[in-house]
């Protein structure tokens, strides 16, 4: 299969220069390369949630669903307990998984759903031209916040860590093949996923030269050692910030699916017609 198969004939609306499409051009490699490497094209489903990020669902020809702000987690493991056989991929931005969507994001690790959760981080609200969100540094100006943000900005990957994300990750927009290979990984690995992906706003916070002499690559290591390299960066602005990309940690453990497919699965697979309620009595 081709890159270019995936193309659809939607006009793309992000700002010209927009590190958006570089992680459009590794997601459509991604699964492109996947494909090839024998995964049916059909089985790759995609959702995305509300913000700048949220237009690349309307770019890439697959099967897929819009979701709302902070709920592409749920919706994804609702297409994975529907049919297992699916690769389901999110895309989501930071103000979207981190402060809407931050429960969602928390929980559909902690129950290592099947599913691979991409975060645009630029660290602002940009669809709605420029707002402090959970990863935003102190002291930041912003249409919200003209004096200054007066909030701290948390770690998302020592959350995620914590949470019980069985794949951790991080890479650089415009470091497109090692963004395409980190993606490919993060899709065929049996778990939840995490792959956040520092994403520059040209437009309302501009990152690119910050990001791009302070990053340095690390392989899987051990829960301790990602935990610490981790924190060595904690998005703020820093002269002295090391910013790691790569992954950070990876393990096999039974996932949700795993774990409800012998309480739902031999009564309705391969069937494919899932009783709903049995699914919901379930997380009662």
Partial sequence: MKEEELNTPVEITWCPGCTNFAILTAAKRAIAELVNEGFPKENFVISSGIGCHAKIYDYINTNGFYSIH???????????LANPEL????FAGDGD?????????????RMNADITMVIHNNQIFALTTGQPTPTTEEGFKTKATPQGNPYPPFNPIVLMLEAGATF???????????????????????GFSFVEVLQPCISFHDTREFISRRIYRIQPMSFEDALRVAREW????REDARIA????????????????????????????????????????
């Fill in 245 to 284: 990309v790569g992954v950070f940690y990876r393990e096999e453990r039974p996932t949700l699916e795993d774990k409800l497919r012998p309480k739902v699965w031999h009564r309705v697979y391969p069937e494919r017609s899932v009783n709903v309620k049995e699914l919901w009595d379930l997380f009662l």
């Fill in 234 to 237: 904690d998005y703020s602005p």
């Fill in 70 to 80: 902070g709920r592409v987690p749920p919706t994804l493991t609702g297409m994975k």
């Fill in 97 to 109: 998984a981190y402060a809407e969507g931050i429960e969602h994001l928390i929980h559909a690790a």
């Fill in 87 to 90: 690769k389901v991929i999110g």
């Fill in 168 to 190: 951790v990750a991080r890479e650089y927009a415009l470091d497109i093949n090692n963004l395409t290979e980190t993606l490919k990984e993060a899709i065929k690995h049996r």
